[in-house]
């Protein structure tokens, strides 16, 4: 019996090791030189009938990047499957374009459907057969260069090209297949000539944001982001030139661990 009871007390002793090894390599490596990004109380003008495009505003952070567009008075298209929850978007008024990203060709009648200035994609889904992660979001780049509508803003994943080396290794366990397709679908955007933006957040909270999210161009930052901070700092991406051409992380630069004060 007491062996027995020494097992267990070793095994448990084990387990609050390495739980705590885990937990302690999610501490986030802050921006040292977060960039300076300013949102535009609105992208157009009174008699500028152009929408931006969204591929992915079902929910989550592309639903609070229409929000945010709509709410200064931007004119929103929102890219759906036939099976998407599309409660949120028709409560919004938002403009409704059914599709599915996979096939091309959907695609492309949606870019030729209307007058679009600039175009989001935030698809990205770990449960998916096939997964979109590359294949979607090659096909938004694709359709976007024939129709001509150079701007393109691209959510991908801090890990992905070459910020791989600074996250945890749990990290690079979980996302294994998700990072190579996300990075394919970067290399793919900065080879189409578009005037692009690609972001990669950290991890994803879902609580209201803190208003300490930022952007940065340094590759070796790791770190955590509200999605309301996150859609903030698309809006302002999208509305600033000077974002073209970069790759940007978007982290919280006051938080330091997953769990910590929300
Ligand atoms: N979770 C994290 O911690 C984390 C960290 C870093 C980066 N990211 C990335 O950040 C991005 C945004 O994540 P999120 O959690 O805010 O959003 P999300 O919940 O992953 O939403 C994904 C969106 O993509 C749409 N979508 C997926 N496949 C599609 C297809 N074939 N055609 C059209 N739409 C399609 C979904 O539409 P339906 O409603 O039809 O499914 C949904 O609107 C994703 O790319 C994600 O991989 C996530």
Redesign the pocket.
């Known amino acids: 019996m007491r062996l027995f009871l020494k097992i267990i007390g070793g095994l448990f002793v084990a387990l609050v090791l390495v739980i705590g090894v885990l937990a302690l390599s999610l501490e986030a490596k802050l921006p040292k030189a977060p960039i300076d990004v300013v949102a535009g109380t609105t992208g157009r003008s009174a008699d500028d009938e152009s929408s931006i495009l969204i ?8 639903l609070i990047v229409a929000e945010l567009l709509q709410a200064r008075g931007d004119r929103v298209t929102a ?3 036939p ?3 599309t409660a949120a978007l028709q409560a919004l008024g938002t403009e409704l374009i059914v ?4 096939d091309i060709e959907t695609v492309r009648a949606a870019m030729s459907a209307g007058h679009f200035r600039s175009v989001l994609t ?5 449960s ?1 057969e096939p997964p ?2 590359y294949q ?1 979001n090659a096909n938004i780049i694709k359709a976007a260069v024939e129709a001509d509508i150079r701007r393109l803003v691209l ?4 890990g992905a090209g070459d910020s791989y080396d600074v996250i945890p290794s749990l990290s690079k366990r979980f996302l294994e297949k ?1 990072l190579p397709m ?1 990075t394919r679908a970067e290399d793919e955007l900065r080879a189409s000539g578009l005037d692009y933006t690609i972001i ?5 909270r879902s609580s209201r944001g803190t208003g300490n999210g930022v952007l940065t161009e340094e590759n070796d930052v790791f770190g955590f982001i509200f ?1 309301e901070d996150l859609a903030a700092l698309i809006v302002a991406a999208l509305d600033d030139d000077r974002t073209i051409g970069l790759t940007l992380a978007a982290l919280d630069a006051k938080r330091k661990w997953p769990w910590s004060g929300e």
């Open positions: 591929f992915g505003a079902t929910r989550n952070t592309g890219f759906v499957r099976t998407s929850n599709g599915d990203a996979m935030t698809i990205g889904c770990l998916c979109p992660d979607a959510i991908t994943s801090i998700t996300k990669r957040p950290g991890g994803l999605r």
